[in-house]
């Protein structure tokens, strides 16, 4: 029994197709058919119905299924326990950033990474804060800079980058500029722009304005901080963003904490517990590049 023949039942088995499977393995489809032949006799039965237009198990196939995934999860392991202590990180690392986001010391990191491992293939994806999660927890991302509430999310390793309180960022001649503290009552009846749905900052603000049964108007939403301050410059609405991010628009909008919103929106990097080897060794670097150059981010916590 050879490890190509399982990694070919299990391409098969998933994709119900030996023509797709072979697409997906680059081998013809003859060779897929001919090691799943050979498989079949080893093990003294047949693992697919071939009766029907689609490849299904049979109950001997549906058996060794999980075995066979189990038995290339541990033939990866190895390769990777080796990898590690050689310190010849391979494979691919697929890494989120949420939307919007531009934080330098991320990119320092990654470049560092690349140049100290350049056997791993890095794939860089842009989504919102809550799917970001959802992708990290389902193992389609091994590794996230997210938005959160609060707190980071639960059953995740985190690393929090900031954590700041929400201000309203209003033009100098805005009333609220000249008044000494404001809080979420003075914005009630004013148009609102700020982040989607999704983001932590955006989740901040809802649960606070939930938790005093106030609902201000959402005016206009943005994806990027420049966009919210933007709109706000233009008289369009109070600008609802974290200390950071008003503080690069210092010069034309002026930031007032909002008094009762003691909560903080979070910017992390998240993962999975037991990340590998590629996983940690990108979070030295980033913990690294974050130590060196303190964030002021324009981006969406």
Not at 71 to 98: C, H, K, P, S
Not at 242 to 252: F, G, K, L, T, V
Request: aromatic residues 2%; proline residues 5%.
């Amino acid at each position: 029994m050879e490890l190509r023949q399982l990694e070919y039942f299990v391409a098969v088995a998933e994709e119900r197709s030996f023509t797709r499977a072979a697409e997906r393995v680059h081998i013809s489809q003859s060779g897929v058919s001919a090691q799943i032949r050979r498989l079949e006799r080893e093990l003294g039965a047949e693992l697919f119905d071939r009766s029907a237009r689609v490849a299904t198990l049979t109950v001997a196939g549906k058996a060794a299924l999980e075995h066979a995934r189990a038995a290339l999860a541990a033939a990866g392991a190895v390769g990777q326990a080796v990898g590690e202590v050689t310190d010849l990180i391979r494979g691919t690392l697929t890494v989120g950033m949420v939307l919007g986001c531009t934080v330098t010391p991320l990119f320092d990191a990654l470049a560092a990474f690349h140049r100290a491992h350049p056997g791993v293939e890095l794939s860089l994806l842009e989504d919102n804060s809550d799917k970001l999660v959802e992708g990290v927890r389902g193992g389609a991302l091994d590794l996230a800079l997210i938005g959160a509430a609060n707190a980071v999310p639960e059953g995740l390793e985190a690393l929090t980058i900031v954590s700041e309180r929400l201000v309203a960022a209003v033009p100098p001649g805005d009333p609220l500029a000249a008044r000494p503290r404001i809080t979420l009552s003075d914005l009630a009846d004013r148009p609102i722009v700020c982040m989607p749905h999704g983001t932590g900052l955006r989740a901040v603000f809802d649960e606070a304005c939930a938790a005093q049964g106030l609902r201000p108007p959402i005016a206009l939403r943005a994806g990027a901080a420049d966009a919210i301050a933007d709109l706000a410059v233009r008289g369009l609405g109070v600008a609802i963003l974290s200390e950071s991010m008003a503080a690069h628009h210092r010069d034309r909008l002026t930031a007032l904490l909002i008094d009762d919103v003691p909560a903080p929106a979070l910017l992390a990097l998240v993962w999975r517990e037991g990340g590998g080897p590629a996983v940690r060794a990108l979070l030295r670097q980033a913990r690294r590049a974050f130590s060196a150059r303190p964030v002021g981010v324009s981006a969406r916590p």
